[in-house]
């Protein structure tokens, strides 16, 4: 497993942008596919993207297309969700995530809040 630590959360705006970090330690970093989740309150936690080793596979869910965008920095063993155009529905505790191989995720960050003002 990966220790995961999420970071750059904030309070903002209906309109800004924001940039999400995920710092990973351990030396098979890049192996991992990553992904962000959120959850706010009284929902279900649930999928935001998802990016694989190579960073050649991004998925996005509807919700967020075309406004976020997930990268990675294999060297840097850091993930990143660039949020832009962010609207109060998008306000939640977002998480990172790594996974090893195949369905599931094996770790998880403590998560980072990100609040936006209409």
């Known amino acids: 497993q990966v220790q995961l630590v999420e970071s750059g959360g904030g309070l903002v705006q209906a309109g800004d942008s924001l940039r999400l970090s995920c710092a990973a330690s351990?030396?098979?970093?890049?192996?991992?596919?990553m992904a962000w989740f959120r959850q706010a309150p009284g929902k279900e936690r649930e999928f935001v993207a998802s990016?694989?080793?190579?960073?050649?596979?991004?998925v996005y869910a509807d919700s967020v297309k075309g406004r976020f965008t997930i990268s990675r920095d294999n060297a840097k063993n850091t993930m990143y969700l660039q949020m832009n155009s962010l609207k109060p529905e998008d306000t939640a505790v977002y998480y990172c995530?790594?996974?090893?191989?195949?369905?599931?995720?094996?770790?998880w960050g403590q998560g980072t809040q990100v609040t936006v003002s209409s």
């Open positions: 995530a790594a996974g090893s191989g195949g369905v599931g995720w094996d770790s």
């Open positions: 351990g030396r098979t970093f890049l192996t991992y596919k």
């Open positions: 990016i694989s080793w190579s960073s050649l596979s991004k």
